[in-house]
């Protein structure tokens, strides 16, 4: 059974840094494509980053130049670095994963179909 399992979230200042993990098991990490979401209350759930499984990455233009995406497959973990974090940031993030072809990406929620619990990014003014 495939499992996604978050951690690294917490409270920071803006201007601060966390580096988020997810930890997949119960399928062969490298044949998957994954992604980072995030989810503020009372906002849509939005894209952060996805990575294919050549290594191609996507990030959402709010976080681009502030956010890296990559990946272990020999330890099957994926990993969100993220600097210079804004108070806009907080919200829940959610790792992704879905089986796809060489060259796939996307930041489309609906294309993913594995989801993990979250973990809860707060930036504080």
């Known amino acids: 059974q495939l499992h996604l399992v978050e951690s690294g979230g917490g409270s920071v200042q803006v201007g601060g840094s966390l580096r988020l993990s997810c930890a997949a098991s119960?399928?062969?990490?490298?044949?998957?494509?994954m992604g980072w979401f995030r989810q503020a209350p009372g906002k849509e759930r939005e894209g952060v980053a996805s990575i294919g499984r050549d290594g191609s990455t996507n990030y959402a233009d709010s976080v681009k130049g502030r956010v890296t995406i990559s990946k272990d497959n020999a330890k099957n973990t994926l990993y969100l670095q993220m600097i210079n974090l804004k108070h806009e940031d907080t919200a829940m993030y959610y790792c992704?994963?879905?089986?796809?072809?060489?060259?796939?990406?996307?930041?489309?929620?609906?294309?993913?179909?594995?989801w993990g619990q979250g973990t809860q990014v707060t930036v504080s003014l």
């Open positions: 119960g399928f062969t990490f490298s044949r998957y494509c």
């Open positions: 992704a994963a879905v089986w796809c072809l060489y060259g796939d990406t996307s930041l489309d929620a609906n294309w993913f179909g594995y």
